[in-house]
């Protein structure tokens, strides 16, 4: 902690959280047995961020390909949520957490939808860490949904094609209340965006660890951190520029 710069931290971290199956398979037991540690990774990285000072946290918790998982993997998934948003969601509110959800969150069941709502309407009001789980969720489902919304704007006359920018296209995404991600971090030594907010990180920087999502903790957040801290961020500019401003 002593070697980060406060004034330097990234407002919105991003975080794909790859290796539970992995993991737990390391260790002689079932798939399931890996996701129910990562939600210790869960609490003790949101915990590290808050007492950090970051302001954002999205975690890729269900893309939409995962629905094409084994059914029983599938099944537990989608109770684990449940469970976990019954008792996280106090600890959440007493820490004052906003807690989001995006993605496609039809496709979940019944139950989860439910608790999803009420975990949200239980935080509505904190002003804290806004968290952000990415459920059922997977960046081309979330274009292909925006350029549904700017197109119907357009043919009601609410908007004419020259007035289409980047940024109509970023108020129509389902997270246009927060800032782009200046850090995605990327666990299990996995190379790859796997179709998560491919439009909100044009730039960001870059992470990956061989560490198992089980296993991160925040000396691993730290890690990240302290590497994000270290590169020159010049939104394609030269370094002379970005030292003269």
């Known amino acids: ?36 540690e990562g939600v210790v990774s869960v609490r003790k990285v949101v915990e590290a961020a808050t007492e950090i000072g970051i302001k954002y946290l999205t975690l890729y918790a269900f893309s939409t390909e995962n629905w094409d998982r084994p059914e029983t993997e599938v099944n537990g998934l989608m109770s684990l949520f449940v469970d976990t948003i019954a008792k ?20 979940l069941p019944e139950e989860a939808q439910k608790a999803l709502a009420a975990g949200m309407e239980q935080t509505a009001q904190n002003t804290g860490l806004e968290l952000i789980i990415a459920l059922s969720y997977s960046s081309r489902w979330e274009l292909a949904e925006a350029a549904k919304k700017i197109a119907l704007q357009v043919q009601n006359g609410l908007l004419t094609i020259d007035q289409i920018t980047e940024a109509t296209l970023s108020k129509n995404l389902t997270t246009s209340d927060f800032p782009d991600p200046e850090l995605l971090i990327r666990t299990s030594g996995e190379f790859r965006i796997s179709n998560f907010l491919l439009f909100q990180i044009a730039y960001a920087e870059l992470y990956f660890t061989n560490t198992r999502w089980p296993n991160f903790r925040k000396k691993d957040l730290i890690d990240a951190l302290l590497d994000y801290q ?4 010049r939104f394609g500019k030269t370094s002379q520029q970005i030292t003269s401003n």
């Open 88 to 107: 996280e969601v106090p600890d959440l509110h007493k820490n004052n957490i906003k807690l989001h959800f995006i993605g496609n969150l039809a496709l």
């Open 1 to 36: 902690m002593e070697n980060l710069d406060l004034h330097k931290l990234p407002k919105h971290i991003a975080i794909i959280m790859d290796g539970n199956g992995r993991w737990a398979q390391e260790q002689g037991q079932d798939r399931l047995f890996g996701h129910y």
């Open 230 to 233: 270290s590169r020159e961020r």
